[in-house]
Structures are given as C-alpha cells and as structure tokens.
C-alpha cells in the first residue's frame, strides 16, 4: 500500500508535464525523431543524445530461497532483513552510474527480523539490440516464514544469523525486433519509445548460487515434514540456460507500462553436504528458469521517473521437495534532463586515453 501511494506521488507531476510535451499519435504520418542510421528505427524511437541526466533513486535489492513440498502442504521461505538504499543516479557519457547509501533499519525492525548482512554488485549494459547483466551478492542473515506457523505481531519470526548464501553470474538477452522496440525506454530512459509495441527475446543465463550454514537449513522440528534428504548444510548448484520470451511496452503520450515474461530450461551441476552425512553429495538436474520485469512511469523531454520491478530465478527438485532461489531489484526514481556543454558532449570512448 505504501509503494502504491507513494507511486501515486510520484507519477501525479507527470500528468501536467505530459500536456505541455509534443505529442505523437498513431494517426499522424511517421517523421523521423532521430538522427539514427537505422532507416526504419529513426521513425519509431527518440533519442537524446545531447541531454546528460541526473534523478534520485530509491531501491531495494534482495535474494531470497525456499524449499517446498511439491503440493505446497509444506513452506519455507528464507529472507534476509535488508534495507532500502537512497542515492543519486546519472546518465553521462552514454554511460548509467548509480550510487546508493543504506537507509538504517528500525531497531524494532532487527528484534523482529533479524539482523543481516548484504553486499550486492551489478553491472548493467542495455544497447538497442542487446543487454548483459553481471552481479555478485552475498548475504548473511535470514528470517524464516513458515507457512505452518506465523508469529503474532510482537514476536518474532524464526532467525537464523548462521546462514549465508552467494550468488554470481552473468546475463545476456537479445532483442528481435530492435528497430520498433526499446528495452532503454522503459529502464535507463536513454531513449522513448513512441508507439506501443512488443518484441521476442531469447535469454541466455550462467551463475552460481550457495547457501551454507552451522547446522541444517531445515529446523529440527520441520525435519519430519521435509524429510532427511534436503537437511542441507551446504548447497552449491551451477546454473546454465536458455529462455525465449516477450516483452511489451504499452505507451500514451509520454506514459508508458512495459511488461516482459522468460521461461526456458535450466541445467544445475550440483553438489551438497547433508547433516550427519560425511561425504559430499554429487548431481545434476534439469529444471526451469523464470525470469521477469515489469516497469510503469513518464518518460518526457525533460522529465521522467517510474517505478521498475526486475526477477529472476531457478528451481531444482530433490524427490518431492523442490528448491528455488530469487534474485530481484525494486526501484523508484525521478530525474531530470540537462543540456550537455564543453566536454559533457564527448562519448565515453571519445575521452577513454586507449
């Protein structure tokens, strides 16, 4: 309810700004907004090639696991406290730069929750036909929701400060129909998308995701539930795949609301330690990975701002227990854009020394 409101805030200035903007409708012949050298793309994506941005961003990063009976009877969900960051965004040089301070969490919050460490880095590259995402987090820390048990307002949840988890990799998407759709438009605003219009895309994923702690992940008073064969202290799995999948962006006026959905095959090479087993535990899977976005804002000549929701994640299956972990980036900004002066007009590669 609270991100609601607060996106409510903050689209409500946009509704103004968007009766001042140019407009571009479908019933208007096509002109050229660009001075691209794709013959057709010039017509269907505006660029701003001589604006550099600035706009303040709140977000929120988060990598959460669970194990589940394949019927849902039984449910473990392992989150880790983290807070939200506040920082400043710019867009220079053709190149996005982000830095962010952690907002301090309540103290009524850690009674309640716990207390976790997190440590999450990504590198995010959108061109007009591809995009590459690198990230490395480590967490340390969890609270555990229960389906079978829920804690009354004033206790706290299940913690256990003695699991960590790893999670690094890389992934790539390319994008078919680059010429009439814009992925920039809808996540770094380097560009609008002026018309409504989708693509098919093909995701390709490599990572490594590690969970280990003192003792099981599975409390002892669950274990009869779960079963002996998922009391992991260690829990290691590679994790390569190919999904295709589509994204839409729906767009009025300066407005727009992208949507994108990937589901492929996945193959796990895992590895494991149980408790009270004395060797490691070798295997390999094939399973599924999902991945998803969802973005909602106001993209106009000077202004813009929205709110962006990024998922993706696998699932491995041990007998009738399934394992899946999430890794996922929430995201609120509003920026402005500024006339580019003296060396403000280079490229990034223009004033790189090599």
């Known amino acids: 309810m609270r991100f609601f409101i607060l996106s409510t805030i903050l689209l409500a200035p946009f509704v103004t700004q968007a009766q001042n903007d140019a407009q571009i409708t479908g019933s208007e012949s096509l ?27 709140l977000k929120q990063r988060t990598l959460n ?23 400043l965004g ?14 301090p969490l309540k103290e009524q919050s850690i009674d309640r929750y716990g207390d ?37 307002a004033t206790e706290p949840f299940p913690q256990r400060p003695d699991i960590a988890t790893k999670n690094f990799g890389v992934t790539g998407h390319y994008v078919f129909n680059n010429q009439k759709f814009s992925f920039r438009s809808a996540y770094n605003y380097s560009e609008r998308q002026l018309y409504s219009k989708g693509s098919f895309l093909l995701f390709a994923a490599l990572n490594t995701f590690r969970v280990a702690a003192d003792s099981s992940i599975v409390e ?29 962006s729906l767009t009025y006026n300066h ?27 070798h295997d ?6 999902v991945g998803g976005r969802v973005a909602i804002g106001y993209n106009g000549y000077r202004v813009f701002g929205g709110i962006s929701f990024i998922s993706q994640g696998s699932s491995l299956k041990f007998e009738d227990v399934s394992f899946r972990n999430n890794n996922s980036v929430f995201k609120i900004l509003v920026g402005y854009r500024f006339n580019e002066f003296g060396i403000l007009k280079k490229r990034l590669w223009d004033v790189l020394p090599f």
């Open 31 to 57: 002109k050229a907004v660009s001075d691209d050298k794709d013959s057709v793309r010039r017509y269907y994506i505006k660029q701003f090639p001589d604006y550099f941005f600035l706009y303040p961003v």
């Open 65 to 87: 696991f669970e194990l589940a009976k394949i019927d849902r009877t039984s449910l473990l969900t392992y989150k880790p406290n983290n807070t939200y960051s506040l920082g």
């Open 90 to 103: 710019v867009y220079l040089f053709e190149v996005g730069l982000e830095v962010g301070f952690a907002i």
């Open 116 to 152: 976790s460490f997190a440590r999450d880095i990504q590198l995010n590259v959108l061109t007009k036909r591809w995009g590459v995402d690198v990230f490395y987090q480590r967490y340390s820390g969890f609270y555990i929701i229960d389906k079978e048990y829920e804690p009354l």
């Open 220 to 248: 002892h008073d669950r274990q009869d539930s779960f079963g002996t064969h998922v009391d992991f202290v260690r829990l290691r799995y590679t994790t390569f795949s190919i999904a295709p999948g589509y994204t839409f």
């Open 255 to 281: 407005f727009f609301l992208n949507t994108t959905l990937a589901l492929g095959p996945a193959h796990h090479w895992i590895n494991y330690d149980l408790e009270n087993k004395p060797s490691p535990q």
């Open 284 to 289: 390999i899977a094939i399973n599924s990975f």
